[in-house]
């Protein structure tokens, strides 16, 4: 007998609590691709990487504030699921929306690639970069926030501690950036530096909002 996945249920539920906010910004993302497979703009291209990889996860990361979805004991009550499975699908609905963004990306490019001239040379010289950059804002805004959104201090104050850990994600990545360049590392070498050293945040805090929801008394 096949049994339900609560996490499954759970990501499910993310996504439809959102759906109206993705579904907007993914057909900004494919009118920009559009727009970029039929003019071979280049500044198209810088637009629309940011709107398929970084806008689905960050309205995901909005809602779960604006709902108040970090708290437990709004479930505590109604769904027989372990906290594990709760703070791992707020991670996981982050990182599908993102991957989601890479894949879409990879198909737009991997096309446009093939119709302009321009756009192979532009992703020749800085698609691996800004890819990795705002790949690993998400991966690091997420690893922020969900901590900070898992106190109860963050549950009246959501869009303060949102912009908040929006502006120390930007500011890490420019410090990753400037620490690179001030030390002539390679551009490839520091676009992956910034993958991995987000990733390990990301992991990182997963394990730390277990441990608080594992300690909390809901």
Request: glycine share 10%; aromatic share 10%.
């Amino acid at each position: 007998m096949k049994t339900n996945n609560p996490t499954r249920g759970l990501l499910m539920y993310s996504f439809y609590s959102a759906r109206g906010n993705i579904g907007v910004a993914i057909l900004v993302a494919l009118a920009m691709g559009v727009t970029l497979l039929i003019t071979g703009n280049t500044t198209v291209y810088t637009f629309f990487v940011g709107a398929a990889i970084g806008v689905p996860p960050y309205l995901i990361m909005i809602k779960m504030g604006a709902k108040n979805q970090l708290q437990w004991e709004k479930y505590q009550v109604s769904m027989p699921v372990k906290r594990k499975n709760m703070v791992a699908s707020f991670y996981l609905s982050i990182l599908i929306a993102a991957i989601f963004g890479l894949l879409l990306c990879g198909i737009i490019l991997g096309v446009g690639s093939i119709l302009h001239e321009s756009i192979v040379e532009v992703i020749t010289e800085t698609a691996f970069g800004q890819v990795s950059t705002v790949f690993g804002m998400v991966l690091l805004m997420g690893g922020l926030l969900l901590p900070i959104g898992s106190t109860k201090v963050a549950e009246s104050r959501g869009e303060a501690f949102f912009s908040i850990c929006l502006g120390l994600a930007i500011a890490i990545m420019f410090l990753i950036s400037w620490v690179g360049g001030r030390a002539e590392i390679s551009p490839a070498i520091m676009s992956l530096s910034q993958v991995i050293i987000s990733a390990v945040v990301f992991v990182i805090s997963y394990y730390v909002v277990i441990n608080m929801y594992a300690k909390n008394d809901f």
